[in-house]
C-alpha cells in the first residue's frame, strides 16, 4: 500500500539531535503508514551508523548515505526526491513534530490541498499569527506576499507533484530551492488550471529547537546574498515582489542598524564578506555596510548590549 505522507529529513553530524527529533516519528510513521527518508550528507559522527540499523529495522524507513558532502540544497533536494507519497513532509534534523496533533494534518490532507502550512511554536511563540491561522488561499500572488516567510524547512507539507528538477536547478545556491520550486509549480498551475489551494494550520504540529544551525557560518552570505538571489529569480513568475516592496522592504530590514551590528558582533560582516555579498544593495547602503566593517568587533558587542542609542553611535561613526 501506498504511504499516505512522506516526511524527509536531511541530516550532517547531529547524530544526538537527530535521535531525540524522530524518537517518537519512527513507531508513529509505521502505525500510519507513513514514508521516513532520510538523506546523511557524508557525516562524520554515529549517524550513519544509526540510521542504516533504522532502515533495516523499520520498512517505512529509507536512507541515503551521500558519498560527500554536497552542500545543504543539494541534500535537501536528494531527500526530498526519495519521497514516494502523494504528501511530502520536509522536516529539520533538529526539529520534533506534535505527535498528538499529526492526525490532524493527515485528515486534512484527504481535501487534496497543494499545499498546507504548518503551526507550531518557536519558543513560547507560535509559529503562525493568529490572523493566518486557519485561512485558505486559493491565489498565489497573495499567497506568496502573505506567506513567502512562513515557510522555512519543517514548517509545510506539498504535493508530491509539484516536485520539478528544472526548477530545483534553478534555485540551487540559495539555501531555499526546497520553496522556490514550490512557488514555481505553484504559479504553473495556476496559470494552466487556475486553481489552487493553500491551507494554515490552527492545530501546533511542530515545535522548532533553537539548536546551533549547521548553517551558521554562512548566516551572512544567506541572509544578505541568497535570499535576494531568490526573489531575483522568483520575480519574473512573481512581479509582486517588485511592485508591492517585498524584496525592497527586506533589504531595508537587512541593513538596519541594529542588524548590521549584530553580524559584525559576531563575526559575519568584514570588509571581505561585504564584498562579496552586496550585489543587490544600493549605493548607499553598501556606504552604509561598509562603514560597520571600520567598527570593532568588541565595540560592536557593546553598542548591542549598552543603553547607548544605536543612532548616536553611527552619527558619531560617520563624523569620525
Known sequence: MEPTLSICI??????????????EIIPFGFEKNIEICFSNNASTDETDYFLSNLSHKYQNVKYN???????????MIDVINMATAEYILPLGDDDKLIIENLDVLLSLLLDKPDIVILNGFHDKNEHLPEDLTSRYFDNPNIAFENLWDKMPFGSFV??????????????LNTSHAYTGFIWESLY???SLSNSILIICLKNPIITFKTEIKTWKDDTFKIMFYEIPKWFDLLSDKYPIIIHNNIMKNYLENMVRLNVLLSYRANGYLSKETANQYSDYYSSYYKRKIFIITYVPQFFAKFCLHSSIKVKDIIKWIIRW
Do not use: A, H, V
Open 65 to 75: 548515505l551521500q558519498s560527500t558532502n554536497k552542500g545543504i540544497d543539494q541534500n
Open 188 to 190: 504553473d498551475k495556476y
Open 10 to 23: 536531511p541530516t550532517y553530524n547531529r547524530f544526538l539531535i537527530l535521535k531525540d527529533s524522530i524518537e
Open 158 to 171: 506539498f504535493k508530491n507533484e509539484l516536485i520539478n528538477q528544472q526548477y530545483f536547478d534553478k534555485y
